[in-house]
């Protein structure tokens, strides 16, 4: 069997006397590594009930928010579903809301990383946003409904 295809890796690896043996070794190497499992980004679709992070209300804010994501551990240059649950002061769900995101590095300017949330249960809004780096961000929360305004913060590690 000639091993005409393989010359320029015996090359490479180096004078092999009467064998292409370390260009076919190499050849099932490089082969294996390009089977390997690749890496699906994560589910848009919360699996079950979303665990909630925290919920919160900042001084002088209308709403009291809750924010839970998917996946619960957001990574950088990965897809995270951003879940708001928005009440109003009375506890009764806020419906007709525009709310929206900003996605902010304290520690580094990183430009502006906003979208915003559509409504898709009585008081539950969602939207899709990426964290361009790893580290501390904190995620602005924004909402008005029927005159009324509230912003509130929530620290998240992204990992990488």
């Known amino acids: 069997m000639t091993c005409q295809a393989f010359r ?25 590594c390009a089977s390997c499992k690749k ?11 979303s665990a909630i992070i925290a919920t919160q209300s900042a001084p002088g804010s209308a709403f009291t928010m809750s924010l839970a994501m998917n996946p619960a551990q957001p990574r950088f240059a990965h897809k995270t579903l951003f879940h708001v649950i928005l009440n109003q002061a009375s506890g009764a769900p806020a419906d007709g809301a525009q709310v929206g995101v900003s996605l902010v590095m304290p520690l580094m300017d990183m430009g502006k990383n906003q979208f915003p949330l559509k409504q898709v249960g009585k008081g539950e809004y969602q939207g899709i946003g990426e964290f361009t780096m790893a580290g501390e961000w904190e995620v ?18 992204v990992g990488e």
């Open 8 to 32: 320029w890796l015996d090359a490479l690896a180096g004078p092999r006397p009467g064998s292409c043996f370390s260009a076919l070794l190499l050849a099932g190497a490089l082969l294996l």
């Open 140 to 157: 602005a929360v924004t909402a008005s409904a029927q005159g009324r305004t509230g912003k509130t913060t929530f620290n998240v590690n």
């Open 39 to 49: 890496k699906e980004p994560a589910s848009l679709t919360p699996r079950g009930q």
